[in-house]
C-alpha cells in the first residue's frame, strides 16, 4: 500500500492511501475527531488505564485493524462474485516463474 502525505501550513495534513485501485482521504480534522472518540471511549471504559501516548498507538492500530479487515472483506465478496482463481492455479504459475520444483505429495 503506498502513502503519501502532504502538509499544508494553517490548513492541516492530507493523507492519501493507495490499496489497489481505491484511494483513501482523510484530513488533520477527521483524524483527530475519530481519535477524540476513540481516547473517549477507553476512558470511560478503563480511566486510569493509559497514556495519550499509548492511546494513541493503540487508535492506530485498530485503524490498520479495519483497513485489514476491509481488504479481506473485499476478498471475500471477489471470491464469492467468482472473481480470481484457484490458489492451485496460482502455486502452479508462481512455482514456474520462480523456477520452485513440485513437491512430491
Request: proline share 5%; charged share 25%.
Amino acid at each position: 500500500m503506498a502513502e503519501v502525505t502532504f502538509s499544508y501550513p494553517g490548513v492541516g495534513v492530507l493523507e492519501l492511501r493507495r490499496s489497489n485501485t481505491e484511494f483513501s482521504i482523510m484530513t488533520t480534522l477527521e483524524q483527530l475527531e475519530s481519535f477524540y472518540a476513540f481516547a473517549f471511549q477507553n476512558l470511560h471504559t478503563q480511566p486510569d488505564a493509559t497514556s495519550l501516548d499509548e492511546l494513541l498507538l493503540r487508535w492506530y492500530d485498530s485503524q490498520r485493524q479495519n483497513e485489514i479487515h476491509a481488504a479481506i472483506r473485499q476478498g471475500l465478496n471477489e471470491m464469492d462474485a467468482g472473481l480470481g482463481r484457484p490458489v492451485s492455479e496460482f502455486f502452479d504459475e508462481f512455482r514456474q516463474i520462480n523456477s520452485i520444483p513440485e513437491t512430491p505429495e
